[in-house]
């Protein structure tokens, strides 16, 4: 494995089709962080004509004219194979790709897994966040998505899927689709910051790139998660929260080969906590093989006590139910960062600025 400094660390956050580059839009008006690089990749010019804050790539213009993949899967595949080349330029200098895509159209669905192979090809770790069509949107764009995904799966080290309908249920009945969907892009948003806030802050115990890219390599299903935390005895809570996301199937994280918890927090951890959240980390994992890698950073300024990243890999493949007969958790019971009134306030500010300069090393 290879030896990275933090400070060299290249993350790249790339949005594939439409829904991938509203979020990637999002992601990166809030973010001012030197070594996040932005980009889109689209078959459709006009929406990449929307992304004014970040590079964007048009791919298979010779044959799609710039007006898009057609819902069509197969025309985008192979618009990212004949784009070959400016894929692979626009991704070469990357540690890390995340890639965001809103999968049942043409093309989050069909360039998607083309990126991930040449990404592989480069050695290149990638992390997939993506969404799943709302049921009313018919049972084409449905099998669409499950084909895509289950792809994706067996290429990315990890993917995270976050489905639309759970918006129904986890948000008021009269929100807007547009805010309804800026929900998810937060939520996507904030697990992302998480990721890049620990490969790119040396925290009091760290957790580097060698040790995210190892738990990226365990082969298998991923869990992945925010929670936070308002004092210092709801630590374990947190943890638990991380994995309850009404927006993602519910995370069981049984037998996981690999885990990272990483713990922010306002002021120091008492030992018995911290100890008692490992605990409950060990208690879900139910495995004593798992490797287990945490991370704690102090950062003075967050508004509640802490907030910890859950990272499981490795765990035991289960079907993918598209039925969506999920846990859902209403968001007001779940502990999810940008659920209260001050989350939401305090998280406007991304937690690039936030924690920047704050650790202790
Ligand atoms: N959460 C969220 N989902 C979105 C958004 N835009 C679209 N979607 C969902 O993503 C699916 C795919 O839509 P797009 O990303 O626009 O489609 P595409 O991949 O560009 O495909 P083509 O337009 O056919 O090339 C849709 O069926 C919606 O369910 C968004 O901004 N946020």
Known sequence: MQNIRTENINIHVIGVGGCGGNAVSNMASLCSHENIRFSSVNTDIAALHRCTNHEVVLIGEATTKGYGAGADPDVASNAAIQSKDALVTLIKDADLIIIIAGLGGGTGSGATPILIDLAKESDIDVMCFVTLPFKAEGGKRSDIARNALE?????????????????????????????????????????????????????????????????LSLEGDTALGVGIAEDDSSLSAALKHALENPLVDKQNIIGAQGVIAQLTCR??????????????????????????????????????????????????????????????????????PGSSKKDAAYLDIPAFVRLQGRELS
């Open 267 to 336: 002021e120091e951890p008492s030992l018995a906590m911290y100890e008692e959240m490992l605990a409950t980390l060990q208690s879900l994992v139910d495995g004593p093989q798992t490797l287990i890698i945490t991370g704690v950073t102090l950062s003075p300024e967050l508004p509640h006590f802490g907030e910890v990243l859950v990272i499981a890999t490795g765990v035991p493949s289960k079907a993918q139910n598209f039925e969506q007969e999920k846990n859902v958790i209403p968001m007001k019971q779940a502990s999810v």
């Open 151 to 215: 792809t994706i799966q067996s290429k990315a080290n990890a993917t995270l899927v976050m489905s639309n309908d759970s918006l129904l249920s986890a948000l008021d009945e009269t929100v807007g689709l547009l805010s309804a969907f800026r929900h998810c892009d937060t939520q996507m948003h904030r697990i992302v910051e998480a990721i890049i806030v620990m490969l790119t802050n040396t925290g009091y115990i760290n957790v580097d790139i060698n040790d995210f890219s190892h738990i």
